[in-house]
């Protein structure tokens, strides 16, 4: 870079943007790189406080913040992301449709791990709209050098994709709501109105709701007849506390070939219950769902109906934040 005095500049390409922060609080960029200064830009130049500008001259051993942050972002982004012009150096990548963030963790450390590199991201498992920012990628100076950009590259093409967004499936959802009081009539269940609003919030497809008494072999039944009319996924309400007679998570435990959890470090939703009976998802939803718009709940159902896998050990990890988390995504 060569350092210019204004008023020599004239006629001179800029090599970067320039940011003004103007009244009424806008901020942003007021020359773009590449603009040619003209007579007419000094004062302007001046009343954002520069009496200088950097010229760009070419050397072989480094690379400009633009391309240096496209070079990994182009190696490390995945499907349905739209990757647009930058603005000051930053790279706002957004979700081209509905869907759920899905996130290498391990791939985004490796990048920001890159002197220079500094990508920030939505959470893994984070529920996105169409044209949602989800990562903001930039390097730090106005160039770094060839072997930085090659390493972060290396890095992104290791783990990539690193981000992407998985659309949401239609799956077939079905309820199966549990409690003597419920099934007796002396109550009228509050639960499958709350649940339809979230299955609708996913594009899934409601199959029905069958009410059970606290009856394990009842309980089942209406787990496997669901099954047998192809749901894909049956969100199980009731007797999901501690007590001797709150038995959804048993029947979970007897039906899933494949059983993940029962409870996670999350509140509101401690609760929450997960396995899979063949290749139908079962989910003991948490009593708090009733009354909490966001619950531990709420962080996996984007996860299912995006089809993005998970395990124990994902449910875990959620105690870092676990007490907060819900309220931040609410």
């Known amino acids: 870079m060569k ?7 004239v006629g001179k390409q800029l090599f970067h943007d320039m940011t003004a922060i103007l009244e009424g609080g806008y901020k942003g960029p007021r020359f773009k790189r590449g603009h040619v200064i003209t007579l007419e830009d000094i004062p302007v130049l001046l ?12 050397d072989p051993n480094l690379v400009h913040e633009e391309d240096a942050a496209f070079a990994v972002v182009e190696a490390a982004t995945g499907e349905n992301i739209i990757i647009p012009s930058p603005s000051e150096g930053r790279f706002p990548l957004k979700a081209s449709c509905d869907g759920v ?11 920001n791990s890159v002197p220079d590199y500094t990508f920030a991201t939505l959470r893994h498992g984070a529920p996105v709209k169409q044209g949602d920012l989800v990562v903001g990628a930039r390097i730090v100076p106005l160039v770094t050098t060839v072997e930085r950009v090659e390493q972060a590259k290396e ?6 994709p690193v981000f992407s967004i998985a659309p949401y499936r239609p799956l077939k959802t079905a309820m199966v709501i549990t409690g003597g009081e419920i099934y007796s009539g002396r109550i009228k ?7 339809r609003r979230k299955i609708a919030t996913y594009g899934g497809i409601e199959l029905g709701a069958t009410i059970c008494p606290d009856d394990i072999n ?9 099954k047998d009319q192809g749901a894909d996924l049956v969100l199980m309400t009731g007797g999901m506390s501690v007590d ?25 939703g401690n609760m929450l219950t997960v396995g899979s009976m063949d290749k139908t998802v079962l989910v003991g939803v948490p009593g708090a769902s009733m009354h909490s718009p966001v619950t531990s709940l709420d962080l996996f159902l984007p996860l299912i109906y995006g089809g993005v896998p998970f395990d124990k050990e994902d449910a875990i990890q959620l105690g870092e934040g676990g007490l907060d988390i819900c309220r931040r995504w609410s």
């Open 3 to 9: 350092k210019v005095s204004v008023y020599d500049a």
């Open 47 to 58: 009343d954002m406080g520069k009496e200088h500008i950097f010229i760009w001259e070419n």
């Open 101 to 111: 963030f899905v996130l290498n963790r391990d791939g985004l450390k490796a990048i």
């Open 155 to 160: 890095a992104a093409q290791l783990y990539a």
């Open 189 to 195: 269940d509050a639960f499958a109105p709350i649940l």
């Open 218 to 226: 009842f309980i089942a039944q209406a787990v496997i007849d669901f």
């Open 244 to 268: 001797p007679d709150d038995v959804t998570p048993t029947v979970i435990r007897q039906l899933a070939d494949s059983f993940l959890f029962q409870g996670l470090p999350v509140q509101p």
